[in-house]
């Protein structure tokens, strides 16, 4: 995650690099600009903050010496307070514009290396190196993956399992239902397919 100073140049930092990195991963270069913004909005919101400080301690000091000289204070004691009250009401300003500031900095990613390609999707991406272990023949029929082979049993449905989970959902049925009930270590008391009626396929999510 990038920090707020990477996007401010007098700090350090290089926004310009940011606006290539986001050119290359296809998203808002903009956004550079509105973070820098939002960086000069909450540092002028702070200085604010920190002036009225300024103020307030020096009242103290002016209320300390008229206490010292047993003069009355009550005036600057009212003057204190009132900056108080509006101090208190900068300080929510500039805590909420640097919440709004560090929200936006989340949207940006890190740097994009160099290396990598620019594309659209994995149809750009460029083939680096290839591997595979010795002795293994690129051409010979590979074995079917485990689902696909409860599949070709009857035991695996995709399909029903997507509309009732979503995504990468799945349901086993018959063959695989039976399977995992029988390798779990809390097996049903009575056999899985006792209920089971002709026609109807059993099923489990």
Known sequence: MLDVEDFIEER???PQRIKESQGRRGASVEIVDEIIVLWQEARAAQYEVDQMGSEINALQKQIASKKKAK???????LQKAQIQGQKQVKEKLAASKRDILQQKVRLVGNYVHSTVPVGIDEADNK???T???EGFDLNQKLPLPHHEVLRKLGGYDSERGVKLAGHRGYCLTDMG???QVYTQINT???PADSNQKP???Q???
């Open 203 to 205: 099923l489990r999510s």
């Open 131 to 133: 591997w595979s272990p």
């Open 177 to 179: 239902m039976f399977l």
């Open 199 to 201: 026609g109807f396929d």
């Open 188 to 190: 049903l008391g009575y």
């Open 127 to 129: 083939i680096i190196r």
């Open 71 to 77: 003069e009355d204070a009550e005036d600057v004691m």
């Open 12 to 14: 350090g930092g290089d």
